[in-house]
């Protein structure tokens, strides 16, 4: 079992930038994203740079760790423009500054300038290598698209790379996958995102769904291309560190990882959240109230809490056991944990427990069946690598 790099300390801070707008939406997603926003876009990046302006002169902000500019699609903005956001950012020499991007968005200029820039990470919307599947979640670049992109990154000194995907769409057979899968290990990412498809009722595709115009995902067929994934990255050298990631040793996601350690962040942008010292907190999500609130010296922050030592502990479990290292069974919870190992959900590591490949098709349960055996502790809500 492959161990977690110790790279998450409680002194690193991650700053996550979230760029709201998009030529298209994808018919799955309910991001809080927009296609008819582009006469704010300017005063936007401006709004984000005020921002981080004040959040760096009050002290919030210190050198960061880790930059993560996702959206949305970051990448549909001038490099000027997103360049200008990062340059205000301060980030230590060593810092992971990744940037989500399409694969038709993007040139060899544009990757180019986010390298001079200091971006020294990016992530690829991938979803498919096969056009039918991409066509039935609504994306509009074709597998030679992404050939053109990830080749352009090479170009540009950008290396590590990751190529998100997801699995589940109407049409997509087991071959279709396994053919998606040998695609994008062709294209040879030190770094692979595999989600579950899953239909939110106000996208296009949830109303399809529930008119009976299109299926929902099969769960049977959805856990048989998670396990043909997990089987082919681990082959390639790239096994599991988290339910939904898969990497060479030394290119796991630094700014993710902080996510999953209960690490520090800061929030820029609309709809972005924070976490400091166990207190959470969200701007505002529309990108014109962002920008109004910021350009009248307002906090663009909508609302915040302040999680007690019993949701800490419950979160920190539910959080640990999505990766690789596992995680501390609390006393209370030995009998159960024992009784998931013995079903072959769990596996024993030390003090801790690892999800084994069949339990990380169930880890929500699982996480809910340990939480339930503990002393009486507030409720957490955990998504398990879905999409």
Known sequence: MPSLPAMTTGRDLGV??????????????????????????????????????????????????????????????????????????????????????????????????????????????????????????????TPATVTRAVAGARDAGLENLNVDLIYGAAGESLGDWDATLDATLALDPPHVSAYALTVEPATPLGRRVAAGRSPGPDDDDQAAKYERADQALGRAGRPWYEVSNWARPGHECRHHLLYWAQGDYVGIGCAAHGHRDGVRTWNVRAPERYVERVAAGRSPEAGRERLDAATRADEALALALRTSRGAAVPPPAEGEAADLTGAGLLARRGDRVVLTRRGRLLATEITVRLLAAGPPVASTSVAVGTR
């Not at 926003?37 to 004040?54: E, K, L, P, Q």
């Open 16 to 141: 996550y930038v979230h760029i709201p707008f998009c030529a298209t939406r994808c018919d799955y997603c309910d991001f809080a994203t927009w296609t008819d926003r582009g006469w704010i876009i300017d005063a936007y990046v401006d709004a984000c740079v005020t921002d981080v302006r004040r959040r760096v002169a009050s002290g919030e902000l210190e050198p960061a760790s880790s930059v993560f500019v996702g959206g949305g699609t970051p990448s549909l903005l001038p490099a000027v423009a997103l360049v200008r956001i990062l340059d205000e950012i301060p980030r230590r020499p060593e810092a992971e500054v990744t940037v989500e991007c399409n694969p038709d968005s993007v040139d060899a200029a544009k990757l180019r300038a986010y390298r001079r820039a200091g971006v020294n990470r990016c992530s690829f919307g991938v979803q498919s290598m096969r056009p039918h599947v991409l066509a039935a979640l609504g994306r509009t670049h």
